[in-house]
């Protein structure tokens, strides 16, 4: 079996691919002085480009889990998914509250896809 490294560091990759799954890490927002609804937006437009380098997007997502450090988020963060998740096409989800790595961090989104066959 092959697998597929993207975004690698020491650390970490942003994204793996094994027999046509796609695994991303938690994204975490990039604009730590917004608000809970715009740093969920910044996350899902990362989702959206590390499902594209890895042949995959959102309309081919199996589950998601996000993570919220405090669940009074959980409407806000709300208001940025239901205007990205495509509700046909919705994967399973779980949102949990969790103490996350950095204070300013409001929300973690972890996704598991498939590629798109061609």
């Not at 937006?41 to 589950?63: F, M, P, T």
């Not at 990205?84 to 204070?103: D, I, S, Y």
Request: proline residues 4%; hydrophobic residues 45%.
């Amino acid at each position: 079996m092959t697998i597929q490294y993207f975004g690698q560091t020491p650390r970490l990759s942003e994204a793996t691919v094994a027999n046509g799954f796609v695994f991303l890490a938690g994204m975490v927002p990039e604009n730590t002085e917004a608000g809970a609804t715009e740093q969920t937006r910044n996350v899902l437009e990362q989702i959206d480009h590390w499902l594209a380098q890895c042949g995959s997007d959102k309309n081919h997502i199996l589950e998601a889990t996000i993570f919220l450090p405090d669940l009074a988020d959980y409407d806000a963060v709300n208001i940025a998914w239901d205007a990205w998740v495509n509700p046909q096409r919705a994967p399973a989800r779980a949102c949990v509250e969790a103490k996350l790595a950095k204070q300013e961090w409001k929300v973690e989104i972890k996704v598991s896809a498939v590629q798109i066959q061609k």
